[in-house]
Each structure stands twice: as C-alpha cells, then as structure tokens.
C-alpha cells in the first residue's frame, strides 16, 4: 500500500493506492497531522509514502512519523525526479500541486496535449505538450476567494456561499453575487478550451479540484468522470475537438506516479 499526502492551502488530503488504484481517501483541516495520518493508515501496512506541500512548509513531527511508520518516504522538493519535463521559466515557483496533475494526466494519456484546470482555492490552467513538457499557464482566484473579495473591498456586498442557485442572470444580490463568481469561471474556463484547442488541434482537458464537479455541470460540454479501475481507454479526439475528463483524484495520482518514479520497491 502507497500513502499519498498532500497538504492544499486550506487542508491536508490522504490517498491510499494498491497497484494504481485509489483504495481510500480523506480530507482534513484539522492542525493535528499526525493522529489524522495515523488513524487513517491503521489496519494498513504502508511500504512507501510521498508527502507534498504546496506551502512548502512540511510538518517534522509528521515526517519523523513517516520515517518511522513507513518502508520508505519522501518529501516532495526541487530535487525530487519527475517524469516529465518542466519548461517554465522559474520552475522553482511552480506549485508541486500542479506539477503532480501534470504528470498524473500525462501517466493516463501520454503523448497528448492535455490541458490542466485544477478548481481549488485558486484556480490553475496549464499546459502538457504532448511530448511530455510542461509549456506554462496561468492562475486565477478560485470561486471563494472572488466571493470573499468582492464581500471584503465593498461597502455593502454580502459575502455570499457558493453553494445554491446560479441563474444565467442573478435575481437579487445573492444570485447575482454567486452566479458572478461561478458562471464567470465557467465562462473562463470555456475561453482557455476554445484557445488552446485552436493552437493545439487535438485536445484532452482534465478538470480537477475541490470545485470541478460543480462547474463541469456549468459547461455545455460532453464530460467523461474517470472511476478509479485504472487506466480508462483513450475517447476519440478529432481535429479542434477538446475532450473533458473529470478526475478528482487527478493530483494524488500523479504523486503517486511521482513517488513510483523515485522510489523502487
């Protein structure tokens, strides 16, 4: 068994992995690291973990139980393998997080250009060339945090929560405030589709993160959600065609990845 940790802006999320697949998963955003792991893992015998945080801020009280509960452990840094190569100008400003849904898109369907949405706290676009390169993107807020700014930089906005009707049009200041926030991400993330689909031709689109599901029920596009059976056949691309694939275990797979590229068991 595999542990995958991966420490977000706002929580800690646990994966257990048997030869590829996903056997369990948790999420906390409790301080207490080590008894959520620990609790978490009881029952299982790990033989290899791999801990990242985006913060690139690690926990030694959890890494020091790592290193004493499991075979083999690593910490995700600037010196860690990959199996992919990074063409970002300052690769050592490039989140882990998303240098993990890189390569666990690219471990699904290699050789193909694979556009990255990951829908969390912040929201991220970026590139996988099909030749295995990280070309670059882009970051934008997340559905909270614009809710949270527009409620916290004006007078009178109230701060509104994502959850509820979203309405093409909002009726009142709630609506109008959510359905902002939501159908302008929805809209933004048709925009990055349409564009990198003109310049890259055949296109595969991973939508990941805590607010993927909802807004891929936003999009006017076919969705395949991936199960956890391993690796799912190829849908068929054509030419300026872009197919979407919701996956919200896309990071903790490419971490997976990462640590069996790094660690031989």
Request: charged content about 20%.
């Amino acid at each position: 068994m595999r542990l995958i940790i991966d420490q977000g802006n706002s929580s800690m999320k646990l994966t257990l992995f048997e030869k590829g697949r996903v056997m369990a998963n948790a999420c906390t955003e409790s301080d207490n690291a080590v008894q959520f792991v620990s609790n978490f893992v009881k029952g299982y015998r790990i033989e290899a973990a791999i801990y990242c945080s985006v913060k690139r801020a690690y926990d030694k009280q959890l890494q020091e139980w790592l290193q004493a509960h499991t075979t083999k452990a690593i910490c995700f840094d600037e010196k860690t393998l990959l199996p992919i190569t990074i063409g970002y100008r300052t690769p050592h400003t490039l989140g882990y997080d998303r240098i993990a849904a890189a390569v666990g898109a690219q471990s699904l369907f290699p050789q193909q250009n694979i556009l990255i949405i990951d829908a969390g706290t912040a929201i991220t676009y970026d590139l996988l060339s099909a030749d295995g390169t990280f070309a670059g993107g882009n970051i934008a807020p997340g559905a909270d945090l614009r809710l949270q700014s527009l409620h916290e930089h004006t007078g009178r906005l109230p701060l509104v929560e994502t959850e509820g009707d979203t309405p093409l049009l909002g009726y009142d200041t709630t609506t109008a405030l959510r359905s902002g926030s939501l159908q302008g991400i929805a809209y933004e993330i048709e925009g990055y589709i349409e564009a990198c689909t003109k310049r890259y031709g055949r296109l595969l689109v991973f939508l990941t993160g805590g607010d993927a599901e909802r807004l891929a029920t936003m999009t006017k596009r076919v969705i395949f959600a991936l199960e956890n059976e391993g690796i799912p056949p190829l849908p068929a691309l054509q030419e300026g065609v872009a197919v979407v694939i919701l996956d919200k275990n896309l990071v903790p797979k490419g971490l997976n990845r990462i640590l069996e590229y790094n660690v031989k068991l």
